[in-house]
Each structure stands twice: as C-alpha cells, then as structure tokens.
C-alpha cells in the first residue's frame, strides 16, 4: 500500500513486489478510505497530512510493520528510507561551483524539515549559507494562496539580486515558478539566472520554455530499498534506528544551467564553441582560430576567468554531455563516444570508470546495479 503515488518509487517497489510474489495494493491519499484492510505491511509518504499520519499510527498500533519513504515528519517514529537530502544539496553546490558561480541563492515557495536538509547540503558544498528566497515566509498566511501577490513577491526577489545568479529550487514546480517569473521580467536564463530543480520530474523539466536542469533522487532505487526493507520487518526483522539514505544518481543537465558565470566575452564565445563542437576533434588552436586570437592569449584567458585549462574544459563538457545523454536517452554507448567526442566505446568507458568507479552502463541504470 502506498499514498501517495509517485512512478519512480512505484516502479522499484512493483520491481521488488514482482521479484518476492507479493499481492500489491496501491491506494493513493492513505487515510480517507476505511481502514479494513488485512495487508501485512505500508510503505507510505508521510508528508503534513494529519489525516495519513493519524491512520499510519494505527496501523502501526495493530502491529503492521510501516516504511516511510519521506523525512518530512521526523517528529514520527517510523522506520525510513529516503533520499540523502544533505548529498542533494551538495552535489548542487558542486555543479554550481563548476560552472564558476560566486553568487547562489536557494528557492522554494515552503519551507519544512527536506526544505532545511537540502539547504543544509547547499551550504557545506558552498562552505557558506547562500541567501534564501521563501515565500512562505515573506507573505502573510492568508495570502500565500494568492498567486498574484505570491508572484510579486517573487518578481521583486529576482529584480534584486546580483547577477549573474545560480538557484537551487526545491523541486520541478518551484523551478517552473521561478522560470516563468524571471521570462516576464525579460531576466535571461541562464545567462543571468541559472536554475537547477530537485527531482527530474522530466514532464516538467523538458516542457519549459526553457528546459530545467535537475538532480535525479534516485527514487526507483529508494522504492525498491523500502520494499526490501519492508520485507525484512515483516519476517520480524527488529526495526533500524536510523533512516537509510538513499544518495542522488546524478544531475540530468538542461538548458538553464548549461552556462559558466563569466564576465569575458572572449571566455564565453570559446566557452559556446566548444559546446557545440564536441562531437570533433578540437583544441586549443582550433578555438583560437575561430575566434581570431592567439592560442597563448586563449590559454590565458582561461587560466584567468575559470581557473583551469583549455582542455581541462573541453574533457569537463564532453564528460557533462555523455552522463547527460546516458540519463536521458537510450542512445547505445558508441553512439554517445561519438556524439561527446571520445572517439571509441572503451574510451568513453575507461574515462568513465577512473571518474566515478563504475561503467557507462551501470552509471545508467543505478538502480539495476
């Protein structure tokens, strides 16, 4: 049983519910039907809704062994698998500080418990707190439905702040707010405003006017986690103390973070250069060509602006695209050595084993390995 649905999560534990013969229910909104029910075990999202919290407390007075996919109620004593919400947040501070951001806020329209565990992330990656843009906390309860004023006050957040400006939005729908605000200010994102979302949810992020980037949670493995951890408790397995976190996949990279926050126009030409050429061999005197300069005068530059090399940025981009691709399509492995530039699959994989430790394949499909 599980309320409310979410397809990721759904998909590892159907996977697991498939594998172990078990008769699965699913019933989104838990707690507004009877409770007349038999089953030997929940997993559930216990979120703000007193009514689920009220009937999770039941079940769990009858003894049914329940799995909290969510932190969001951690005044709640149940045992949990959930995403590492502290690993989110720096592994967004990672892409951020990659692209040469100086100056990071974070969005969300709420504020709870997840809210100030990714923010917390946010802030070590950064090695400092960045500034916070919540709603919630900036109108008055009773107008905080009121889209109208909510967009003000957000619209008066955008014009404000120094640019150019990196957000980590708490999820998709935040991110899509704060992108349509920003288009109606003519704020260009993300040359301006870079926006990175939590949840690749990608209905949402690949129907922007702009596409999102976003952090994968890696919700199919946390689904199948739960059930298995499910399954333990209900062959009587003692309960675990602590939650077990389930870290993020990867970040899936749009268009509204595809950008380095640099001022020079030599830099960022290179910069759209490169983007556009990594299916070719190229290099430091090919882009030096193009732009009509010298190649010692392009090498500097780079040194100068982004701290790295020429080719240290044209192997980080090659590397952004292929684990893009490998996220978001089911290209086969040559197809995507040919398209970033690595010329052969063993190439591709050799780099992308001493990277991250595994093979393009496994780096796919997390939740397989």
């Known amino acids: 049983m599980v309320s409310p649905m979410s397809h990721p999560r759904m998909q590892g534990i159907a996977r697991f519910a498939r594998e172990h013969d078990w008769n699965l229910m699913i019933q989104d909104r838990l707690g507004y039907h009877p409770l007349a029910w038999n089953g030997d075990g929940v997993i559930a999202t216990l979120r703000s809704d007193a009514v689920t919290v009220s009937c999770i407390s039941r079940l769990m007075k009858r003894g049914v062994p329940v799995v909290d996919l969510t932190i969001s109620r951690p005044d709640v004593s149940v045992p949990r698998v959930t995403s590492d919400h502290e690993a989110i947040g720096r592994l967004a501070a990672e892409h951020f500080m990659e692209r040469n951001f100086r100056n990071v806020v974070w969005f969300s329209a709420d504020w709870g418990n997840v809210h100030a565990m990714r923010f917390s992330g ?115 397995e003692k309960a675990p103390k602590e939650p077990q976190l389930i870290p993020p996949a990867a970040i899936a990279v749009r268009r509204s973070t595809e950008v380095v926050a640099v001022a020079n126009d030599t830099v960022r030409a290179a910069m759209e250069y490169i983007s556009k050429s990594l299916d070719r061999p190229i290099g430091s005197p090919q882009i030096a060509e193009f732009l009509g300069i010298r190649r010692p005068v392009l090498d500097a530059l780079f040194r100068e602006h982004l701290m790295r090399s020429v080719g240290e940025e044209i192997r980080r981009q090659r590397f952004a695209k292929a684990k893009l691709l490998l996220s978001t399509t089911g290209l086969p492995i040559a197809e995507i050595a040919r398209q970033t530039g690595f010329c052969t699959p063993s190439h591709l994989t050799n780099t992308f084993r001493s990277a991250t430790g595994v093979t393009p394949k496994k780096w796919r499909a997390p939740t397989r390995a």
């Open 122 to 236: 946010l802030s070590m990656g950064l090695g400092q707190s960045p500034a916070r843009w919540v709603l919630a906390e900036s109108l008055p309860k009773s107008r905080q439905r009121d889209w109208t004023t909510f967009k003000k006050q957000l619209r008066k957040m955008l014009e404000t702040e120094r640019k150019p400006v990196a957000v980590l939005s708490y999820d998709e729908t935040d991110g899509a707010r704060l992108l349509n605000a920003a288009l109606e200010l003519n704020i260009s994102v993300p040359e301006e405003l870079a926006i990175l979302t939590i949840g690749n949810n990608r209905v949402i992020c690949e129907n922007q006017s702009v596409p999102l980037s976003s952090i994968d949670q890696n919700l199919e493995l946390g689904g199948y986690s739960a059930a298995a951890l499910l399954d333990r408790l209900m062959a009587g």
